[in-house]
């Protein structure tokens, strides 16, 4: 009986024993990003991957979200990620790495995409693909991108002709194609932390912005703001990027795992994008938002004044490149 019962002891003990080596070899993924809700593009897609890799990978991989800005805002969180310690994923705007590659600039170009369907196009060519290894040498992989949406200008006073927008001052992402797009308009820019822009337009320290319908919406930007112009005039979209010094350490099962559960994740949150910024479009109207549209005269005189701008940026970012871009139209 005595032999019996420590082999009993011996078996739990040796149970445990696995369980706690399996717990303390989990290999833990910090995603930080700046968005936050239940119905933004980014926000949705990060905690769905997150979940599936927390069910389908469990004890082996957990992915803890911090959203909303709570971990870094973007520029520091590419810093970090080179270091490779602190924060491990993340998923900024592809206008937030102007210091890692000019080659994201494209993304920028005002006018350029018609839809987010060409964006589409264009992110899985031969091109859009190799625009994800342009950060490798920096120490940033980018691994899929993800969609949010068609910008749209929003500002304190009614946004119709290109004119209206003279002398105001527009907070941008950290991009300098952002900044020449605003200059064009015969405005000045800021470049500032998404964290900070509801504070900035509702102090004036800015007059106006751009943004996506589900970033206007889930931070309330038209809460402060006079109304918003519906001119499609460029991107938001996202690099999934992480650590190189992190994702090379990782096994190559747990690479091959956390790889296909990121392509199934953006292949369904991808699909839903324009749906949600749709969905935010006719948020804002249900909560006293302005939104004026332009009429296709209208347009072209915003496309006329703004185009203009990819003159200045083409040798950087190769004339090859904007073709491909536009070829995906
Ligand atoms: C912004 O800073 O306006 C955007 O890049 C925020 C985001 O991640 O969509």
Excluded: C
Aim: charged share 25%; proline share 2%.
């Amino acid at each position: 009986m005595r032999i019996i019962k420590t082999a009993v002891a011996a078996a739990v003990a040796v149970t445990m024993l696995g369980s706690v080596a399996a717990k303390a070899q989990e290999i833990v993924i910090k995603f930080s990003h700046v968005t936050n809700g239940t119905t933004h593009p980014k926000a949705v897609a990060a905690n769905e991957f997150a979940k599936r890799v927390n069910e389908q990978m469990k004890g082996r991989v957990r992915v803890d979200v911090f959203g909303g800005g709570s971990l870094y805002n973007d520029d520091d969180l590419l810093i970090e990620l080179i270091k490779g310690k602190s924060v491990q994923m993340g998923s900024p705007s592809l206008s937030k790495f102007e210091t890692m590659t000019k080659k994201f600039r494209v993304f920028d170009l005002p006018f350029l995409f018609d839809d987010i369907e060409a964006v589409n196009r264009f992110q899985k060519s031969a091109e859009g693909q190799n625009l994800l290894r342009s950060m490798e040498k920096k120490g940033i992989l980018g691994l899929t991108f993800w969609h949010n949406g068609m910008k749209q200008m929003s500002a304190n006073k009614p946004l119709m002709s290109p004119s209206d927008a003279k002398g105001l001052k527009f907070r941008v992402q950290q991009s300098d194609v952002l900044v020449a797009q605003m200059e064009a308009l015969g405005a000045t820019a800021q470049k500032l932390a998404f964290k900070e822009v509801y504070g900035a337009l509702q102090t004036g320290v800015v007059d106006a912005q751009e943004n996506t319908w589900s970033n206007i919406y889930s931070k309330k930007f038209f809460e402060v703001q006079d109304g918003v112009t519906e001119t499609n005039h460029g991107i938001i979209d996202y690099a999934v990027v992480v650590s190189r010094r992190f994702w090379e350490g990782l096994p190559s099962d747990i690479r091959t795992d956390l790889e296909r559960i990121l392509a199934e994740t953006t292949a369904d949150r991808n699909k839903k994008s324009y749906e949600l910024n749709q969905a935010s479009r006719a948020k804002i109207l249900e909560n006293g938002g302005t939104i004026r549209t332009l009429n296709a005269d209208q347009r072209a005189a915003w496309v006329k004044t703004m185009k203009p701008v990819w003159a200045q940026f083409e040798d950087e970012i190769g004339k090859d490149l904007i073709k491909a871009a536009q070829a995906s139209n």
